[in-house]
């Protein structure tokens, strides 16, 4: 069952951060819900005014990424939904975002908050979308994992070159 084992998160030390969220606008009520649940979890670490990047789907999260932590973002979120239909389009589509926003965590050494809902249906998106009702929140699960992990990695004391 989805939701069960998360780990609890604490976010220690600065949160000084420039955090950029990229959120597609498929499903409008899901990621209504999603961009809601990040923002949330941005404002309540003290992150400062993060930059929200509108991108058409899904698919167009990993370009949209890669421009962001070009720019010099220390965390990207990536938010979306992928509802399975009768057509392989829903394996490629998932496949396609989470190697591409992996790509752009491991390439840029940043974290990728990995927002992306893979649903069978609609109603478990919604139930996974942070909205009135929903049992979980995944935009702010996928915040709270990037911002801990990012603060994390500022606090591990870097090796002097000779």
């Known amino acids: ?3 069960k084992g998360a780990p609890e998160l604490t976010v220690t030390g600065d949160t000084d951060l420039r955090v950029a969220v990229v959120a597609a606008q498929w499903h409008q009520t899901v990621m209504d819900g999603l961009l809601s649940g990040a923002l949330r979890a941005l404002k309540e ?3 400062p005014e993060p930059a929200v990047v509108r ?4 698919f167009e999260l990993p370009f949209a ?4 932590a070009k720019s010099g973002y220390d965390a990207v979120v990536a938010l ?8 392989p389009h829903f394996d490629y589509v998932c496949q396609g975002v989470t190697q591409g926003l992996t790509q752009v965590s491991v390439g840029h050494a940043i974290p990728v908050g990995f927002g992306v809902l893979t649903c069978d249906t609609e109603e478990q998106a919604v139930d996974r979308a942070g909205l009135p009702g929903s049992t979980e929140d995944k935009g702010h ?6 911002v801990a992990a990012a603060t994390t990695l500022r606090a591990v004391p870097r090796p002097r070159r000779g």
């Open 1 to 3: 069952m989805s939701g």
């Open 141 to 146: 699960e996928a915040a709270t994992a990037a």
């Open 45 to 47: 670490l003290g992150v």
């Open 80 to 87: 979306g939904v992928v509802i399975r239909g009768g057509t």
């Open 65 to 68: 990424a890669e421009s962001l």
């Open 55 to 58: 991108v058409p789907g899904s």
